[in-house]
């Protein structure tokens, strides 16, 4: 079988499905050919990245609502064709989102679902990935016989990991017959039992009580000094990390200097620690930020990141032109900032570039920004959006969506459905039920 996956474009029903956008769910039903369009996201996995996006729900919800069979699932999880590579990696993208969807059809009620998730914890390479989401479905009667394979497969850390989500009846169920899987319990309950009570401690306070509050004090008696920070803030360990907070913190003149010291180093740890320690200082770093926006590298995201938190309206034509540039190039990650600053200032002439990106975009995760950012720039507009994201592969793009949707005959029935979801967050769960209360 051939995964190489093809984004259609976003007019046609199937890229539509490839994107999770709300319109294509809607309106599948109708179309001829909707059911093999989804079995054909689910088995090539079309996210644009991985890590963030869902998509498990609302391939499942649509298998629901076309009432589709799991054998095509369960055929491509078992496919001897398809072989995995030495180190694993390919195998694991082609059969994690499968796996996600089956988890979430047993969320749904399609129980038969559960059962070539039983058997790839039996049989599949990444057979820790189907026993994890067994576990997380909390519910005794498919997992009865699995402590065999738990015991006998799981090393230590594998265990520890089965055993974080304390209270589950399942492990409970399995605890009670295998003292590995009991010690695993135990050694969880014990370490949340020595976890300190009260708010979390960040490595990065470590100087906010010992230093000074403003700019050029030089930190109080027993704090290190700003020169003594900078030098910390050089040496590329967590202690350079803090040291960079707490520069921000008091918003040291150097720490502006040292940024553009760090960042063309293009260290990831360096991007994020300083673009956060630089937001210290608000809009009084817009001056600064503007150079950076216009130049390349990380100094730009940085730049662009203050400028959107923070800029004026005599920033909305960068804004607007970076926006442009990144849709041009589908560069869905850079449109991010753009959106968010757009938005924030009300630009109202964006609005029509962000309807483009919803519907363009690729990187799924980007829509909840621009829902976001349509409902403050063009409020009318938005609200046919709204409805739409209320069909949406992404929790967040449902949340907003539930707060903004209008209520219609229409809505009002998804929201219903929202609301007795089992599979559905909890928040979007209580924001469906509070929407239909009023």
């Not at 809607?26 to 990245?49: K, L, N, T």
């Not at 499942?60 to 496919?79: I, K």
């Not at 993208?93 to 969807?101: A, E, I, N, P, S």
């Amino acid at each position: 079988m051939n995964n190489e996956v093809v984004v259609e474009s976003a007019s046609t029903l199937q890229g539509q499905l490839q994107r999770g956008l709300g319109r294509a769910a809607r309106r599948a039903a109708e179309r001829r050919g909707a059911g093999e369009y989804v079995y054909d996201c689910v088995r090539r996995d079309p996210r644009w990245d991985r890590q963030c996006e869902s998509r498990g729900l609302y391939y499942a919800r649509l298998m629901v609502d076309l009432e589709l069979p799991v054998g095509p699932l369960s055929d491509h999880l078992f496919d001897a064709a398809d072989q995995d590579d030495e180190d694993g990696r390919w195998q694991g993208r082609r059969v994690g989102l499968t796996l996600d969807v089956l988890s979430d059809l047993v969320r749904l009620s399609r129980r038969e679902a559960a059962e070539p998730l039983r058997r790839y914890a039996r049989e599949g390479t990444h057979w820790f990935d189907a026993l994890e989401l067994l576990v997380q479905l909390r519910d005794p009667a498919l997992t009865w016989d699995l402590d065999d394979l738990a015991d006998g497969r799981c090393d230590d850390r594998e265990l520890a990991d089965l055993a974080f989500e304390t209270g589950n009846p399942v492990l409970e169920m399995w605890a009670a017959r295998k003292p590995r899987i009991a010690a695993a319990l135990a050694e969880q309950r014990e370490r949340r039992a020595r976890r300190p009570v009260g708010r979390f401690r960040d490595p990065r306070d470590r100087f906010a009580r010992a230093g000074g509050s403003a700019a050029g004090t030089g930190g109080d008696a027993g704090g290190p000094s700003d020169t003594e920070l900078v030098e910390l803030a050089r040496q590329g360990d967590d202690t350079a990390v803090a040291a960079l907070f707490e520069l921000g913190r008091r918003r040291v003149p150097a720490l502006l200097d040292l940024a553009e010291e760090l960042l063309p180093q293009r260290k990831p740890r360096w991007i994020g620690a300083v673009g956060k320690a630089v937001e210290f200082y608000g809009p009084d770093a817009l001056p600064r930020a503007r150079v950076w926006a216009n130049s390349p590298g990380p100094c730009s995201y940085v730049g662009l990141r203050l400028i959107a938190n923070h800029g004026t309206r005599q920033d909305i034509p960068l804004l607007m032109d970076e926006l442009t540039d990144a849709v041009e190039r589908g560069d869905w990650g850079s449109a991010a900032e753009p959106v968010e600053g757009l938005g924030r200032l009300r630009a109202g002439q964006a609005v029509p570039l962000l309807k483009s990106a919803w519907l363009d975009t690729e990187y799924a995760y980007l829509r909840r920004r621009i829902l976001t950012a349509l409902i403050r720039t063009a409020p009318h507009t938005a609200e046919s959006y709204a409805v739409e994201g209320l069909w949406d592969c992404e929790e967040p793009v449902r949340r907003t969506a539930v707060e903004a949707a209008p209520i219609t005959e229409e809505t009002r029935t998804r929201l219903q459905r929202l609301q007795h979801d089992s599979p559905e967050s909890p928040e979007v769960r209580a924001s469906a039920a509070s929407r239909l209360a009023h």
